[in-house]
């Protein structure tokens, strides 16, 4: 599979890159800074040049040309001002689903946020803008006709990973480490049961593969 991972330079994303090249998958990351070529080279990703923010529709779907698939990984960060949070989280998420659309690119796998579902849309916090953003971001993803994949980790740490999760519709809130979620995310795109499908993951006790297949299961 050929997939083009948007945020392609992000924490989640380089710990992603390495699983899909190690099963023979083609990774492209999707970076605005050139001096970040070389770091995805080293990730077994071939970076290509795109700022998602100031970048076209178009331009984006000719980035997905060719691609079986897409991941939105991308985040404006904690210390981005609210302004920045709308236009990378939810602008740039929207725009990845409507290229990915034009692209004729067959799925998206998007990383959200648990806590979407109960955001205060009347606070200016920092928090609440940014979960304002992800659920508007999900909401545009599920109403297009890709096989959209929407994952809403809880909260993220920079942990080793243990291969071990939890997941589902809703779970109780908790920690996961990214590089369970990287997990995630390729276990997801290598099963086409898991589309149209929406769900939460935090650190559990079940393999990540199997985790998975008891979401495509139900």
Known sequence: MRIVVAGGHGKIARLLHPLLAA???TSVGLVRNPAHVDDLTSDGARGVLLDLESATVEEVAEALAGADAAVFAAGAGPGSDPARTLTVDRDGAV???DAAVRAGVPRLVQVSSMGTDDVDRDSDDRFQVYLGAKADADAHLRGTD?????VRPG???DEPGTGL???GPSVARGAVPRADVAAVLAAVLA???STRRQFEVVGGRTPVGEAVARLTAD
């Not at 890709?146 to 929407?150: A, K, N």
Request: aromatic fraction near 4%; proline fraction near 0%; avoid cysteine.
């Open 146 to 150: 890709l096989g959209w994949t929407v």
């Open 23 to 25: 099963r023979g998958d």
């Open 191 to 193: 099963d086409d049961a």
């Open 155 to 157: 909260r993220l740490t």
């Open 165 to 167: 999760v939890e997941a």
């Open 95 to 97: 725009k990845l689903a």
